[in-house]
């Protein structure tokens, strides 16, 4: 009885509740809504949320929030990323009637098709937004000065439109509140000096990459962006020489992306520089490395005790491959087509390595592998070492674990194939070609029961493979070998 009592209390009072703050919707608001829903371009069918932009509440309309205290509207999530077909907005149309909502903060209409080249310019009226995600929009046009007058962002996203020209000096330097700005896979060009990003004191993630960007004009260029803490740079036009040191003060700095600017130059060795920062991700992949020091591996890298993913392929580098790459935070690392040589690394202490996924392809890697490679690398899941000059025996384990991609092509290796390869439940690519392995190819009483690709030729193998137990197999290449007897095979492409 007492119970249903103090129910029937919660009733009334979340009734009342209702009656003051869900009534909240303004009939102003409301009508502007109802209006840009007009203006939406949108067929119903494939609406989920317009279709219900009906009912008292709009407050209670899909992507509507509004706010507690004074019932506005502070909320708005139109984007269209994951729904079907994109929905046109009427451009310049509905942005004017968005300017009119008095407390709208967050703004996302990524993946809107919105026509026309400066549409842009009717969002700087925009003052209270906080947030603004126009990914994929269809934007064109140059970016416009007025963008500064939208002093209360934190978050813009213009990423994946069709802007052109410059980023121009000045419009975002003095974004004091801006923590993000992504302004990734457009077609913008030019320089980018210390003048472009000065003032920003609370951005952290900075995101330039894909577009045509030529010149990082000066070391001091993101000196003033203490607070930064992902930056990328990549897929750009860069040139010129940018010494790494430029970074060295941004100690907040955990992920750096410089890859895939074929033309730039990156010294890292000089001037003497002390890194501030502690890294998670680098990736300079595609990147001209130390032309002035040797092409070694920059030596910074020895300090950074937290770096889990690194990238330095096809990056000019030449000399040995510093054993802490391997053996100290790393877990994935790609070092692939380099002219790096002298031994495998072997580990300065009794320690076992962090890796999952290692990449040494294309170097001139020589001598054997350690015989307890495996026990070094008890979590490696892919490992390309093709194309060094290694040579000996396959460690005896080689294969037990995790590892589902191995290639071993292009080297020296000898000897028959090793009895932790016939273990391997979880291989799934296993590429040996272009050795001296000699032998049985795989015997009938082994089950690599996850095999899809085994490519064993341009070996001195006899025995042909029992392929009775590998059902996925779908690539077998076994050309080049001393092969003699019949092979039973499924209905499968085989090489011979
Ligand atoms: C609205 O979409 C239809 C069909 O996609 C198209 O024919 C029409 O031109 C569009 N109207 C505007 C104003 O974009
Ligand atoms: C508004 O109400 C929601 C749900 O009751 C609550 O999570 C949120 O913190 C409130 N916001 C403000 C600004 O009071
Ligand atoms: C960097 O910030 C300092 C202090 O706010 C300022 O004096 C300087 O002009 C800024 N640098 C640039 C290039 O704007
Ligand atoms: C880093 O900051 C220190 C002290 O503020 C300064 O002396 C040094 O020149 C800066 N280093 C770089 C590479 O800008
Ligand atoms: C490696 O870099 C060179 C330029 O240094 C470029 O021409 C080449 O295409 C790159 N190779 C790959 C596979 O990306
Ligand atoms: C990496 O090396 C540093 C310095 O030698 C050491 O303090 C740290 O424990 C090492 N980390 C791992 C995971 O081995
Ligand atoms: C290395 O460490 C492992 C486990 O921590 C231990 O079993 C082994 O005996 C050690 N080997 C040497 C040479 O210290
Ligand atoms: C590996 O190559 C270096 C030269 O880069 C050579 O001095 C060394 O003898 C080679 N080692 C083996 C085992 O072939
Ligand atoms: C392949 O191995 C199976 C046993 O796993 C055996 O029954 C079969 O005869 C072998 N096939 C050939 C062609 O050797
Ligand atoms: C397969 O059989 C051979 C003998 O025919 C034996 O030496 C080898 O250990 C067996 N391999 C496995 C993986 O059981
Ligand atoms: C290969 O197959 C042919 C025809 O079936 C048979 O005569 C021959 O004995 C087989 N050879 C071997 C080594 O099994």
Known sequence: MKGSFIMMVVVVVSLLNCYV???????????????????????IESSVALSDWAGQNCCEWGGVSCSNTTSRVFKLLLGTVGQEGPDVLNSKES????????????????????????????????HHLKLLLLYSTSLEGKIPHCIRKMHSLQVLNLAGNQLQGNIPLSTFSDMHLLQELDLSGNQLQGIISPFTFSNMHSLQKLDLSENQLQEIISPSTFNNLTMLTDLSLSNNHFVGTIPFSMFANL???????????????????????????????????????????????????????????????NSSLAGYIPSYLLYNSTQRLVLRRNSLSGPFPLPHQNTTSL?????????????????NFVDLFPLLVY??????????????????????????????????????????????????????????????????????????????????????????????????????????????????
Not at 99 to 111: D, I, P, R
């Open 21 to 43: 703050e869900c009534e909240g919707c303004l009939e102003e608001e409301k009508s502007l809504l109802l209006q840009l829903k007009s203006s939406l371009n949108r067929s």
């Open 95 to 126: 942005v004017n009637i968005l300017a009119q909502f008095k407390e709208l903060q967050y703004l996302v209409l990524s993946g809107n098709r919105m026509g026309g080249s400066d549409i842009l310019q009717a969002f700087c009226k925009m």
């Open 251 to 313: 100690s907040k700095l955990v992920s750096l992306d410089l890859s895939n600017n074929y033309q730039l130059e990156v010294e890292t060795e000089s001037p003497n520089w002390v890194p501030h920062f502690r890294l998670t991700n680098l990736n300079l992949a595609n990147c001209k490395l130390n032309r002035l020091s040797g092409s070694i591996v920059p030596s910074f890298l020895s300090t950074q005790h937290t770096l889990k993913f690194l990238d330095l392929s």
């Open 355 to 371: 890796l999952t996924a290692l990449d040494i392809s294309n170097n001139l890697v020589n001598g054997s592998l350690p015989e």
């Open 383 to 496: 490992c390309d070492m093709s194309a060094n000059a290694l040579q000996g025996n396959l460690p005896p384990k080689m294969g037990i674990g995790n590892l589902q991609f191995l290639s071993l092509s292009d080297n020296r290796f000898y000897g028959e194939m090793p009895p932790g390869l016939m273990k391997c439940i979880n291989m799934g690519y296993l590429v040996l070609s272009n050795n001296r392995l000699q032998g049985e190819m795989l015997p009938g009483n082994v089950s690599m029961e996850g095999l899809v690709c085994l490519e064993l030729d341009g070996n001195e193998f006899t025995t042909p493979p029992n392929i009775s137990k590998t059902p996925y197999l779908v690539i077998l290449n076994i050309r080049n070998n001393h092969l003699s007897g019949n092979i039973s095979l499924g209905c499968l492409c085989i090489s011979i």
